[in-house]
């Protein structure tokens, strides 16, 4: 199975990574403890030896945490949380617990996403100091190696925050410091990844060729900028980001959509690689049914009436599969691939040029400039095959239409969906339609139990829990 065949060579590909640098077992409050110097300066002494660090945190993000395509992703559990996937796996699963919404601050899978990328940000930490304090790495490297560990540090965070709520905001590898370090506001939290952000912008190339964006850009630091200008809803910037990436002429939607989630699709931004050449995504692995009844997830039936007739996303990003009793099960398709191909055809998708359409349609909305806004909604919609929408003032319409097209355009797509009913204040609105223990509280997961045992400074747990 992949999944086996993954678990046994990331072993490999992370060993460098885990011995050199340290990596805490059970707790980011417990990374950071004395190491072996000697070892670690003997990494960043050589150009290979540094970039095959980096190479074992990019591993760990495919393999577990928010970005991970697998079923401890984002996803997977955030789509089944509110109300893009059904779950089918035994109700002790991970996933089920969010699908029932019976999290609790003690729940495994809290404590895993919350511990496995605070260590994945304690090696990127390491990787950043053992650049910076290196007198033997080329420059090129050097300035390559820094640029991309800042950038990830700003997007795990990021992904922490608008989860978890306050946060600490972890930049470097002293124990002393990590074991009794305290939360940052989210206001907070945003000002550090916007300055990691920033100084990212100095140090990565401008682009990289199609096919070839398995590492961060200057376009991906402008995509995130943007992101979390939505998100503050600070609407000029937001348009002065999406702006930057929309006006360069390398990156542009596809116009089929079958080829928006290839390899080599023009409008990608930043991809995962897979560990091998023949091998593809966790999603396809994850989502694609072979079998019924699914013994995972599937859409939602409510998520499936909910798209427009006539939506070219509906045809060619779900999958169907019906059973022997003639039910019919829905699926995410948006990649094609199961498993193995004779070389890899899709990469996972991080981010992608249509989520900026996205969020400076929606700067324009707040801004009055109407016409701009429906130009870019209609971008979206004219190339999954609907009709554009007729000239109008009205806010709120406006704003209604773009809710709609992000849930169309980017669901299963690393918890959009959650953030996005959030950032709208739509979850309290939305949510106890679909499921009926939905609480207010739920707009943030709570902090796990261990992690407020082990360092007090973590206090108070998010309310309700």
């Given at each position: 199975?992949?999944?086996?065949?993954?678990?046994?060579?990331?072993?490999?590909?992370?060993?460098?990574?885990?011995?050199?640098?340290?990596?805490?077992?059970?707790?980011?409050?417990?990374?950071?403890?004395?190491?072996?110097?000697?070892?670690?300066?003997?990494?960043?002494?050589?150009?290979?030896?540094?970039?095959?660090?980096?190479?074992?945190?990019?591993?760990?993000?495919?393999?577990?945490?928010?970005?991970?395509?697998?079923?401890?992703?984002?996803?997977?559990?955030?789509?089944?949380?509110?109300?893009?996937?059904?779950?089918?796996?035994?109700?002790?699963?991970?996933?089920?617990?969010?699908?029932?919404l019976s999290h609790m601050a003690g729940s495994s899978k809290i404590s895993s996403l919350w511990t496995s990328t605070?260590?994945?940000?304690?090696?990127?930490?390491?990787?950043?100091?053992?650049?910076?304090?290196?007198?033997?790495?080329?420059?090129?490297?050097?300035?390559?190696?820094?640029?991309?560990?800042?950038?990830?540090?700003?997007?795990?965070?990021?992904?922490?925050?608008?989860?978890?709520?306050?946060?600490?905001?972890?930049?470097?590898?002293?124990?002393?410091?990590?074991?009794?370090?305290?939360?940052?506001?989210?206001?907070?939290?945003?000002?550090?990844?916007?300055?990691?952000?920033?100084?990212?912008?100095?140090?990565?190339?401008?682009?990289?060729?199609?096919?070839?964006?398995?590492?961060?850009?200057?376009?991906?630091?402008?995509?995130?900028?943007?992101?979390?200008?939505?998100?503050?809803?600070?609407?000029?910037?937001?348009?002065?980001?999406?702006?930057?990436?929309?006006?360069?002429?390398?990156?542009?939607?596809?116009?089929?959509?079958?080829?928006?989630?290839?390899?080599?699709?023009?409008?990608?931004?930043?991809?995962?690689?897979?560990?091998?050449?023949?091998?593809?995504?966790?999603?396809?692995?994850?989502?694609?049914?072979?079998?019924?009844?699914?013994?995972?997830?599937?859409?939602?039936?409510?998520?499936?009436?909910?798209?427009?007739?006539?939506?070219?996303?509906?045809?060619?990003?779900?999958g169907q599969k019906s059973d022997s009793q003639n039910k019919t099960y829905y699926y995410p398709y948006k990649y094609?691939?199961?498993?193995?191909?004779?070389?890899?055809?899709?990469?996972?998708?991080?981010?992608?040029?249509?989520?900026?359409?996205?969020?400076?349609?929606?700067?324009?909305?707040?801004?009055?400039?109407?016409?701009?806004?429906?130009?870019?909604?209609?971008?979206?919609?004219?190339?999954?095959?609907?009709?554009?929408?007729?000239?109008?003032?009205?806010?709120?319409i406006l704003l209604n239409a773009l809710v709609k097209e992000r849930r169309s355009e980017l669901f299963t797509e690393?918890?959009?969906?959650?953030?996005?009913?959030?950032?709208?204040?739509?979850?309290?609105?939305?949510?106890?339609?679909?499921?009926?223990?939905?609480?207010?509280?739920?707009?943030?997961?709570?902090?796990?139990?261990?992690?407020?045992?082990?360092?007090?400074?973590?206090?108070?747990?998010?309310?309700?829990?």
């Amino acid at each position: 199975m992949k999944s086996t065949i993954i678990k046994n060579i990331i072993l490999l590909s992370l060993l460098l990574l885990s011995l050199l640098l340290c990596k805490s077992c059970d707790s980011f409050t417990d990374v950071g403890l004395p190491k072996n110097q000697i070892t670690r300066d003997l990494v960043f002494k050589d150009d290979q030896l540094a970039k095959s660090a980096m190479a074992g945190v990019y591993r760990s993000l495919e393999e577990s945490g928010f970005l991970s395509g697998s079923s401890s992703g984002a996803q997977v559990i955030l789509g089944a949380y509110v109300d893009e996937l059904q779950s089918y796996a035994p109700a002790t699963s991970d996933v089920s617990v969010f699908y029932q919404l019976s999290h609790m601050a003690g729940s495994s899978k809290i404590s895993s996403l919350w511990t496995s990328t605070y260590s994945q940000i304690y090696n990127i930490n390491a990787v950043i100091e053992g650049v910076e304090n290196s007198e033997n790495l080329s420059s090129e490297v050097r300035s390559r190696l820094k640029g991309e560990g800042l950038f990830l540090r700003s997007i795990l965070h990021l992904y922490l925050v608008q989860t978890f709520g306050s946060i600490p905001y972890v930049n470097s590898t002293n124990y002393e410091v990590n074991q009794s370090i305290s939360k940052s506001s989210i206001a907070q939290v945003y000002v550090q990844c916007k300055a990691d952000l920033d100084a990212a912008l100095s140090l990565l190339p401008e682009t990289l060729a199609i096919g070839n964006r398995i590492y961060p850009t200057k376009m991906a630091a402008y995509t995130i900028l943007a992101r979390i200008a939505y998100y503050e809803k600070n609407w000029d910037a937001a348009i002065q980001y999406s702006n930057a990436v929309i006006g360069n002429a390398q990156y542009n939607m596809e116009s089929d959509l079958n080829k928006v989630f290839l390899k080599d699709s023009s409008g990608s931004i930043w991809q995962l690689l897979p560990f091998s050449s023949i091998y593809n995504t966790y999603q396809g692995n994850v989502f694609i049914l072979n079998t019924t009844p699914p013994t995972n997830v599937a859409l939602r039936q409510d998520f499936i009436n909910d798209f427009e007739p006539g939506d070219g996303r509906r045809t060619a990003w779900v999958g169907q599969k019906s059973d022997s009793q003639n039910k019919t099960y829905y699926y995410p398709y948006k990649y094609k691939q199961y498993s193995t191909s004779t070389s890899s055809l899709e990469y996972s998708v991080i981010l992608r040029v249509e989520e900026l359409y996205l969020i400076r349609a929606e700067a324009y909305i707040h801004k009055g400039q109407y016409d701009l806004a429906i130009a870019d909604l209609n971008k979206i919609r004219n190339r999954a095959g609907l009709a554009s929408l007729t000239a109008t003032t009205d806010q709120n319409i406006l704003l209604n239409a773009l809710v709609k097209e992000r849930r169309s355009e980017l669901f299963t797509e690393f918890g959009h969906r959650f953030y996005d009913l959030k950032q709208h204040d739509l979850l309290d609105v939305v949510m106890p339609t679909r499921k009926a223990g939905w609480k207010p509280n739920f707009r943030l997961l709570p902090l796990p139990e261990k992690e407020l045992l082990l360092n007090p400074n973590l206090n108070p747990q998010n309310e309700g829990y």
